[in-house]
């Protein structure tokens, strides 16, 4: 994600903290619809992801009113160490490139 962002807004923090007593901290955002892989290393992520869902989906701490937990939950795995073989590729550096952030911002200014 841009790197003018990090994890220390509303859609990281403020959740993973809420929910899992978590600092993910200045850390850079890593943007969960850009998520790539190998075909096994696709399926443990998404058997991560869906069992870190299962556990916040039943705990009153963890069901904020946002939208975007999967980012939130995205990036808790990462930064938590539980997407064992999973690595970032810094920003605009790889082959997928998310314009998300920065297309909003442009878009502001226009």
């Not at 058997?47 to 869902?53: I, K, L, N, Q, T």
């Not at 795995?77 to 590729?89: N, P, S, V």
Request: net charge positive; with cysteine.
């Amino acid at each position: 994600e841009d790197p003018g962002l990090d994890n220390t807004n509303w859609l990281t923090e403020i959740p993973v903290q809420a929910c899992r007593k978590h600092r993910v901290g200045k850390t850079p955002v890593l943007c969960s619809g850009s998520t790539m892989g190998s075909r096994e290393g696709i399926f443990e992520y998404l058997a991560a992801m869906r069992e870190e869902f299962d556990h916040w989906k039943v705990r009153d701490e963890c069901r904020l009113r946002i939208k975007g937990d999967d980012q939130s939950i995205h990036n808790y795995l990462y930064y938590a160490g539980r997407l064992k073989r999973a690595r970032a590729i810094p920003y605009r550096t790889g082959p997928i490139n998310v314009v998300g952030y920065r297309a909003a911002r442009i878009y502001e200014r226009a």
